[in-house]
């Protein structure tokens, strides 16, 4: 439960009409190491908001996957995908992502 330290402050943003704010959210993350260089992770993350006074309520969702391996001793490869679902009435969106890192040590 949250409420705004200035009363009168104005906000536009989503949820900002509401004198209560509920928030939960429920996150999980798998790793699995594949090789001695080699390792696979998964994260997942649910977030709810609601306001109490407009009835408006936003989820996020988002899963993401990663593969990192050592290439050499000095370079590290790493590989990223990500699914991202906002809902929201005000400014809904969804994104998806894919990322490559490649790390040189010196």
Excluded: W
Excluded at 27 to 34: A, F, I, P, Q, Y
Excluded at 84 to 96: I, W
Aim: without cysteine; positive net charge.
């Amino acid at each position: 439960d949250a409420r705004a330290v200035d009363q009168t402050a104005t906000n536009a943003g989503d949820l900002s009409n509401g004198r209560n704010l509920h928030s939960t959210g429920f996150g999980v993350n798998v790793s699995h190491r594949l090789t001695p260089l080699s390792a696979l992770s998964a994260d997942l993350s649910l977030n709810r908001n609601s306001s109490t006074g407009d009835d408006r309520t936003t989820r996020l969702r988002s899963l993401s996957a990663t593969y990192t391996t050592r290439l050499s001793k000095q370079v590290d490869l790493s590989l990223s995908a990500r699914r991202t679902l906002f809902n929201s009435d005000v400014d809904p969106y969804n994104e998806s992502a894919i990322v490559a890192s490649l790390r040189m040590r010196f």
